[in-house]
């Protein structure tokens, strides 16, 4: 247990120590305990009264472990088939907006979306993602993303808990190549490596290990070790910020790319906004 607790503190540890811990996070996934664990940690880490969060020790560390927190909530299912109903949504809304009750942030969880949210669930969903309280923090689990509305997609900071080691050689070499053009002075090694995708499959393949280098290397900006020389290079020339912008433009770019655009014009995009985040002073 204790080295898949580091496995998930290693995933979030960039964001969390970054300060940009979003209103709304998805956790995507194959394994269902795995996502458990994250779901568990991220909890724990936004209710924790600690220093070091979560720490373990506080009183409201305990009480999310042991299941008792009163301002960690999760929705009821309903019906034969499990789901979250229109009704459960609203209770959560309404819930949301009264102050949390001993914590500084009131934490809401809702568990395999992608299997138990309509997608008249979800439009309803979607009024407290606009226009989400302060002090809250939604966590969203699914197996799949691409099963969810992209409304709610482009709302959430996507985690893919999948494991890299999944990825062929091919794949691995094209995202790398996709990140030494984003850190290179010049735009033509980016135009060469992103001329490569040619097809939607190849582009949903590479986008999420080039998001999972981008997150090793904002985890070694922040102090964690590593000796993989991409997140070394990354972590040297880029700012943090930098790196969450790169990280959330992937994730948008993945989500366009289920739209069936372009996927010319999707690759000009992306090989565009890479450059002006990079280049931003």
Known sequence: MADTENNVAT???????????????????????QRDEAVKYLSRYAVCSGENR???????CIKAFIGGHPDIYTPKLSGKTNIISVDAVRELIK??????????TKVFILNDIDKCMSDISQNAFLKILEEPPQSTLFIL????SKRLLS????RVQVFSLNSKSETNEETDSLA??????????SEIKLLYATAKINSRDVFKSVLPVVSEYLRLGLNKSVGSDTDNDIANAI??????????????????AIIKADR???MNLLCTWLCGEYRRISWLR
């Open 95 to 104: 819930d949301a907006s009264i102050i949390p009750n001993e914590a500084n």
């Open 151 to 154: 409304t709610i997609l482009s």
């Open 54 to 60: 979560p720490c373990g020790t506080c009183k409201n």
């Open 11 to 33: 995933i979030f540890s960039g964001l969390i120590s970054s300060g940009r811990v979003p209103h709304a996070v998805l956790i995507e996934g194959d394994e269902g305990a």
């Open 141 to 144: 689990t699914a197996q799949k």
């Open 260 to 262: 069936n655009v372009n």
């Open 235 to 252: 972590a040297k020339k880029l700012t943090k910020s930098k790196i969450m912008a790169l990280i959330e433009l992937s994730s948008k």
């Open 176 to 185: 790398k190549d996709i990140i030494t053009g984003i850190l290179s002075p």
